[in-house]
T-cell receptor, first 113, second 111 residues
Framework: QKEVEQDPGPLSVPEGAIVSLNCTYS??????FMWYRQYSRKGPELLMYTYSSGNKEDGRFTAQVDKSSKYISLFIRDSQPSDSATYLC?????????????FGKGTSLLVTP | DGGITQSPKYLFRKEGQNVTLSCEQN?????MYWYRQDPGQGLRLIYYSQIVNDFQKGDIAEGYSVSREKKESFPLTVTSAQKNPTAFYLC??????????FGDGTRLSIL
């Protein structure tokens, strides 16, 4: 079983829709959770960063972490064509051996005008 | 303007050749990382370094080598022992227990 599971999509939505992206994980030691956005032929760009459980909001983006269910979500409100990209979830546990991230495979999102 | 610079953007390797990918950061981050991204595979960790002159293998280190002689630089060498080197290579950096920030990658192909 992969440590981080993410549906690759593609997910296609009309402009203005609310988008829900999700990841599940198996390692209960994960404490740090991130969402990255990656445009084609570019590096991932950090969107949201949360520690432990709870919600975090930044503009049109909301990240949720449910550690009891080992489930994280990213919501995008009022989606725009410029949101079309691949969204990667990532997570890590704090340890003396390093801070390497475990990534999902990414969900491809297309927002159509 | 702070950031992570990867060069070259595109690189071609001949059979039996070693190639080196450059990664430089001016963010004053202690930790640096190399990932490989293949279609449908997500990002996989090759090597990481938390301090100068020290580095650790990641999940797929075979066929790769690194050095960390300066805080701002973490070059990756793809050796001839790496039999399937065609991929998108991403360098990242971070402060300890802080999110990683990525460069814009180097795309390596076989001639």
């Amino acid at each position: 079983q992969k440590e981080v599971e993410q549906d690759p999509g593609p997910l296609s939505v009309p402009e203005g829709a609310i988008v829900s992206l999700n990841c599940t994980y198996s390692n209960s030691a994960f404490q740090y959770f991130m969402w990255y956005r990656q445009y084609s032929r570019k590096g991932p760009e950090l969107l949201m960063y949360t520690y432990s459980s709870g919600n975090k909001e930044d503009g049109r983006f909301t990240a949720q972490v449910d550690k009891s269910s080992k489930y994280i979500s990213l919501f995008i409100r009022d989606s725009q064509p410029s949101d079309s990209a691949t969204y990667l979830c990532a997570m890590s546990q704090s340890s003396n051996s390093g801070y390497a991230l475990n990534f999902g495979k990414g969900t491809s999102l297309l927002v159509t005008p | 303007d702070g950031g992570i610079t990867q060069s070259p953007k595109y690189l071609f390797r001949k059979e039996g050749q070693n190639v080196t990918l450059s990664c430089e950061q001016n963010l004053n981050h202690d930790a640096m990382y190399w990932y490989r991204q293949d279609p449908g595979q997500g990002l996989r960790l090759i090597y990481y370094s938390q301090i100068v002159n020290d580095f650790q293998k990641g999940d797929i280190a075979e066929g790769y080598s690194v050095s960390r002689e300066k805080k701002e630089s973490f070059p990756l060498t793809v050796t001839s022992a790496q039999k399937n080197p065609t991929a998108f290579y991403l360098c990242a950096s971070s402060q300890v227990l802080k999110p990683q920030h990525f460069g814009d990658g180097t795309r390596l192909s076989i001639l």
